[in-house]
């Protein structure tokens, strides 16, 4: 009987461990995927506000948990822990449903405040009953808390690895509802865990809780019948309204998701050929058959009708894009972006025999090769071959060299229009990536870039021009502007950089076929630039100048680094603080957008703000009252200086590895995973090695500012080494690059706990929520501050934060001490008098 005990204990303990893992694995992948969800129906920079916001809704369920510690009782724990899992499964179904219904625009507008407002809500719901279940298993469990962290920890790992692979066979809302799935079978495991329904019939309870509880198996039933029957059909969940455009299911001929980009193909339709930049030229009779290929709702790109033949596409020779390719004598090429393939086609098209088209979504290969063979022979063309692969890793691993390489238009009409603060081409638009790329030309190849622009303004072009001067300055050339021409059609301009300077038979076809097709002439060798500022910015010959050049500009010009790869938001935060910046509100250019993305950013701070107060900070007030003025303001500030540090490094650290990785999700998941590991040993590895002295919270928090700090000195070196390594290489380097980082960091939480327990248990909860309150918020700032003072300065912030630490965890301390002299003190005059 005492085997058969033992057997039936060890089970309960495995499925509570199991339910657990399952928990935070479903809360990680929630998270992921809600990124992924908001950078197809809005914009890309939003996934810190996915971080924040699911942060708020961890750190608020796990405040209620304390608030309400009466009503979550030891002896019914696995029931309790049944019916969160259960609601957070329902709210992770209902919330997507809801989410998908709001129009989340970018005017500023109290509508729009509001609709953000229940966006950040429908966000945060599921994660608050996931900090509940969370906050329940770490405190109320009777199993060793190493043990309940520990699978608390390989669940969210598992988790950031495994929603790679759910996105990749699913689309993004689909995937939201299997996760939902997931999550009711953790509460069938939980359910299991602990005689849940010997506790519940107990407990006597009625209401919703008892009713959820009740009909567990039909609502795990419930979720597995939505999420495959979703699955089965064209028409289940998906986004109603993407980039401010309503969207209906029989719009697109194919539609597809991976793990970074939602890619739908239109029906077909023929007319007028889309072009970027088209000659006034061309026969306005001109038509074609043509699909409309699109990136995350945003990026657009035509897939047109081949069937071999590359006269037919014989309008491409009017668009400004290949202006390039009048210089005589050129014979291989590379495309970065392929796209719908014409910049491939272009190449061939003007008498390129080889040609490689680098584009790092399989999805689109996946087009050209197989879903639209039959629509467009370009995948079957003599010369022509793809790479899958990020381009500048490809760059970098690649032996061979071009005599041209192309990349038009790499970014999405959600980049130009919101800053784009985390995009994947961020990294293709640094100055370390032009390097590469020039590195990879024949001494007498070019690079030709085409971006927008706007008549009568510098902006895009401005920084695109001011680019290409610093990377050739660190390239060694000696007068900049020798290597430039730049042209441009209507809101398109072509930049074409040299490795040598262009020689005198290539300017003269330059500038015979841009006369030919009525192409305006920004920039040239042989003459001075129309625009002062342009003119400017290409007579430097030093870094030093063309910071000059562009300090004084509205806009910010300076060029993009690794450092600062913010390529898309030209807005300097100082402008807002001048009242006749918002005269320029209605101009054409990256300004009016850029602008409206900024005033989004500080609204979703300020509904952050708002949450963060009424349910974190006003209901754990009364907690602190009590606490004396050491413990109050010493736990105040360690608390949040942690919570702000840890979070400002994680931003900067995924804004840095997004462009060594190639894609934003690689890094969240990456970089979460590698934190969440290592910061998990760390906090483990407190208990080993307590910081139970002075000299060893001092050793800790100038260690790890140190590090930290130390990060920009040594890392981008590292990186640029391993540029052309695969991406598991990559990753891989990630993990260990996180790991001293992470466990300085995991001893951060637990130690400060361990302070303020010995002074006093009351206020703990308190600050609990300072310490989630201060991430939240502080995940907002860092991406203004990367932004302002680029990445580096977001690291140092962090770095301070844990310098700054020492101080109030030494006032804790003393604190401590001080406590503890005084009970023992009155323990030995009750003894005496006892005496």
Request: net charge neutral; aromatic share 10%.
């Amino acid at each position: 009987m005492a085997e058969a005990n033992m057997r039936e204990a060890a089970g309960r303990k495995l499925w509570f461990y199991l339910a657990l893992g399952l928990v935070t694995a479903a809360t990680l992948m929630l998270q992921i995927i809600e990124t992924r969800i908001i950078s197809v129906i809005s914009w890309y920079h939003l996934a810190f506000f996915i971080i924040s916001i699911a942060m708020f809704g961890l750190t608020a369920g796990a405040v209620v948990v304390y608030l309400r510690r009466a009503r979550f009782r030891p002896e019914r724990l696995s029931a309790d822990l049944t019916v969160a899992t259960l609601a957070f499964a329902l709210t992770t179904d209902l919330a997507i449903l809801v989410q998908l219904t709001l129009t989340t625009g970018a005017s500023p507008s109290l509508t729009t405040f509001v609709a953000w407002t229940l966006f950040a809500l429908c966000i945060a719901l599921p994660f608050f009953f996931s900090g509940v279940v969370v906050s329940l298993a770490l405190t109320r469990s009777p199993y060793p808390v190493g043990k309940v962290y520990g699978a608390d920890l390989i669940g969210a790992a598992a988790g950031c690895i495994g929603v790679l692979a759910i996105l990749n066979l699913t689309t993004g809302p689909a995937a939201v509802l299997w996760v939902g799935a997931l999550i009711a079978l953790a509460a069938l495991a939980f359910a299991q865990a602990g005689g849940a329904p010997l506790e519940w019939r107990a407990s006597g309870e009625r209401g919703i809780a008892s009713r959820l509880f009740r009909h567990r198996r039909g609502i795990v039933a419930g979720c597995l019948v939505l999420a495959i029957a979703n699955t089965l059909t064209d028409h289940g969940v998906r986004p109603t309204n993407v980039k401010d455009h309503v969207e209906t299911a029989d719009k697109y001929a194919y539609d597809r998701w991976n793990s970074f980009s939602r890619i739908t193909v239109s029906q077909t339709a023929n007319e007028a050929p889309s072009m970027f930049g088209a000659s006034p030229h061309l026969p306005r009779s001109t038509t074609v058959d043509q699909r409309s290929l699109l990136i995350d709702g945003g990026a657009g790109t035509a897939l047109y009708r081949f069937d071999g033949n590359l006269e037919g596409l014989g309008f491409l020779r009017y668009d400004v894009t290949n202006l390039a390719y009048a210089i005589p004598n050129l014979k291989t090429g590379a495309v970065i972006g392929v796209g719908g393939g014409r910049d491939v086609l272009s190449q061939r098209l003007f008498g390129l025999s080889d040609v490689t088209g680098v584009e790092i979504n399989p999805i689109i290969i996946d087009v050209l090769r197989a879903r639209f063979a039959g629509y467009t022979a370009i995948a079957a063309l003599d010369g022509v071959t793809f790479e899958v692969d990020e381009a500048r890793s490809w760059f970098a691993r690649t032996p061979r060299t071009f005599d041209a390489i192309q990349m038009s238009l790499i970014d999405t009409w959600a980049a130009t229009g919101a800053g784009a603060f985390t995009l994947t081409e961020n990294g293709l638009y640094t100055v370390e990536a032009w390097q590469r790329f020039l590195g990879r030309l024949n001494p007498g190849g070019l690079f030709t870039v085409s971006r927008w622009h706007a008549p009568g303004e510098v902006n895009e072009t401005g920084r695109l021009v001011s680019l290409a001067v610093a990377t050739l300055i660190e390239n060694g050339a000696a007068t900049p502007r020798r290597h430039l021409f730049l042209a441009t059609a209507g809101n398109v301009a072509t930049l074409i950089v040299t490795k040598q300077p262009i020689a005198p038979d290539a300017l003269a076809a330059l500038k015979d076929a841009a006369s030919a097709n009525v192409f305006t002439v920004l920039l040239s060798p042989d003459m001075a630039a129309p625009s002062a500022m342009l003119e400017s910015i290409v007579t430097a010959r030093d870094r030093p100048a063309l910071s000059r050049a562009t300090a004084s500009y509205y806009l910010d010009l300076t060029p993009p680094t690794d450092a600062r790869p913010f390529f898309f938001n030209q807005l300097r935060f100082a402008t807002l603080l001048d009242a006749s910046v918002f005269s320029r509100f209605t101009h054409t250019g990256v300004f009016a957008g850029n602008l409206v993305a900024t005033l989004t950013l500080a609204m979703l701070v300020l509904i952050s703000l708002a949450l963060v107060a009424a349910t974190i900070i006003v209901p754990l007030r009364p907690t602190v009252r009590e606490a004396g003025w050491a413990l109050a303001a010493g736990g105040t500030a360690y608390f949040a200086l942690i919570g702000a540090g840890f979070m400002m490094i994680e931003i900067a650290l995924l804004q840095r590895m997004s462009v060594f990785l190639g894609h934003p999700v690689y890094a969240l998941s990456v970089v979460l995973f590698s934190l969440i590991l290592w910061t998990g040993f760390g906090s483990l590895a407190s208990e080993r090695v307590p910081l139970d002295g002075p000299g060893k919270l001092a050793v800790w928090s100038l260690a790890s500012a140190v590090y930290v700090f130390a990060l920009p000195s040594w890392l981008p070196p590292l990186l640029a080494t391993l540029d052309g390594a695969d991406l598991t290489l990559r990753a891989g380097l990630c993990v260990l690059v996180l790991a001293p980082a992470g466990l300085l960091m995991g001893f951060g939480f637990p130690t400060g706990m361990r302070l303020a327990g010995a002074i006093s248990s009351g206020p703990t909860p308190w600050f609990w929520g300072v310490n989630g309150a201060a991430g939240v918020l502080a995940a907002s700032v860092a991406v203004v501050t990367s932004i302002a003072f680029g990445i580096d300065t977001t690291l140092r912030i962090g770095a301070a934060c844990y310098l700054l630490v020492g101080v109030p965890a030494m006032v804790l301390m003393t604190a401590g001490a001080r406590s503890s002299r005084t009970a023992s003190h009155a323990l030995s005059s009750s003894a005496a008098a006892d005496g």
